[in-house]
């Protein structure tokens, strides 16, 4: 009888069983990570951090409905913030960018709370838009006659984006509040 080219020995199959469940394991993984990942030093650097509703403002441009304030904590430090924005935006020698003489809107809704209306400029061309919906969104303030802006991400050295001007915002899902949660937490 005619012996095989070779045998397969019991720990050579052992290994490929658990090779292939190592296999299996990291497809699983992949599977059902979260589909984004919150640059935590963009959140700890700017100075406001919202979940928000990204709406059209009418003129061609993008505003936010503030739904959550996670950054200024404080209702004192983000009426601070919201005055002296605008208190920059009226000093400034260049009109605002939406035609409104303030950088933001306060309507009165129900329950006598004010929702806030801030004008988003630059949003559509940052990494993680998907147009209409509510986004977790690191936002700078106005300065020097520039209108409210996505905070740009931290770029550590050795590390390259794809843009010069790397401006993440991301879509608020459940896994991203979480992140953003544990980001400012700290």
Known sequence: MAEAPFKLSKA??????????????????AWTSPGGVVV?????????????????DGAGGWQVRILER????????????????????RE??????????????????????TEVYLPIVGIERSPGW????DYLLALVPPQGGKPWRIAPAVVYP??????????????????IRRQAYSALSR
Do not use: C, M
């Not at 996670?70 to 935006?89: F, G, N």
């Not at 050795?158 to 896994?175: C, I, L, N």
């Open 158 to 175: 050795g590390v390259f984006t794809q843009a010069d001007d790397h401006r993440p915002v991301y879509p608020a899902t459940p896994s």
């Open 12 to 29: 050579l199959l052992a290994g490929l069983g658990v090779y292939a469940l190592w296999l299996a394991a990291l497809a699983w993984l």
């Open 92 to 113: 400034s020698k260049k009109p605002p960018a939406n035609g409104k003489s303030q950088d933001h809107d306060q309507i009165a809704a129900e329950g006598g709370e």
């Open 70 to 89: 996670l950054k200024p904590v404080s209702q004192e430090d983000w009426l601070r913030l919201l005055h002296d924005s605008t208190r920059q935006q």
């Open 40 to 56: 935590r030093a963009q959140l700890q650097a700017a100075p406001a951090v919202v979940i928000g509703r990204v709406v059209p």
């Open 130 to 133: 998907q147009g209409t919906g």
